[in-house]
């Protein structure tokens, strides 16, 4: 089945630093969507991005999906942006298959 | 922006009983899914449905599990006699359509604990 590669696996940061993550993924893929899971364990849509580049506030996102990656940006970083983004396709069976994740903390 | 909601956002229970986990799907959506993540886990599908009908499930969605759409706007999950390894967090999924094109927008979660 597809894997689905994320990094850094944790990011700690300053508040106001910028960051990029970054989602391999084994193979072509036509629906791609990126998550945040807050310390409550609460799942947040961010992006539905199969390809291309697409902007909400201070996050933007992008999608190449013949070379099999995507990029989370996160801009002028604040501590409520700290949980777990999840990076996730589809697979043919109409499944989500998620990565593990990158660990972001932003300090104060 | 239409969103999926899921009830109640936190669950507690004892070994052995039930619980259903409760999802709104956004009102236009036909396909519905549930997702689980064990603590400190990746999400994983447990179940798709369809039409009334499960579409496919996921080695994890045994017979201690079952889905229903009772009425035209909820979608369950039930999990007969629960055990502690049951405690994860709950996604529940909708979508208009099936197949790669189509987004899975997805409920904040029920965090189900098992005591």
């Known amino acids: 089945g597809i894997q689905v590669e994320q990094s850094p696996p944790d990011l700690i940061l300053q508040e106001g630093a910028n960051s990029t993550l970054r989602c391999n993924f084994s193979?072509?893929?036509?629906?791609l969507q990126w998550f945040h899971q807050n310390p409550w364990g609460q799942l947040i849509n961010l992006f539905y991005?199969?390809?291309g580049t697409k902007q909400n506030g201070r996050l933007s996102a992008t999608t190449v999906a013949t070379e099999r990656y995507s990029l989370l940006y996160i801009s002028s970083s604040q501590t409520t942006d700290s949980g777990v983004y999840f990076c996730?396709?589809?697979?043919?069976?109409?499944?989500?298959?998620f990565g593990k994740g990158t660990r972001l903390h932003i300090l104060p | 922006e239409p969103e999926v909601t899921q009830t109640p956002s936190h669950q507690v229970t004892q070994m052995g009983q039930e619980v259903i986990l409760r999802c709104v799907p956004i009102?236009?959506?036909?396909?519905f899914y549930w997702y689980r993540q064990i603590l400190g886990q990746k999400v994983e599908f447990l179940v798709s449905?369809?039409?009334?009908?499960?579409?496919?499930k996921s080695e994890i969605f045994d017979d201690q599990f079952s889905v229903e759409r009772p009425d035209g706007s909820n979608f369950t999950l039930k999990i007969r006699s629960t055990k502690l390894e049951d405690s994860a967090m709950y996604f529940c999924?909708?979508?208009?359509?099936?197949?790669?094109?189509?987004?899975?927008?997805f409920g904040p979660g029920t965090r189900l604990t098992v005591l």
């Open positions: 999924a909708s979508s208009e359509k099936r197949g790669s094109y189509n987004e899975q927008f």
């Open positions: 193979d072509s893929v036509n629906n």
């Open positions: 991005i199969p390809s």
């Open positions: 996730a396709v589809k697979d043919r069976d109409d499944k989500i298959i």
């Open positions: 009102s236009n959506h036909l396909y």
């Open positions: 449905f369809y039409n009334n009908e499960i579409s496919e």
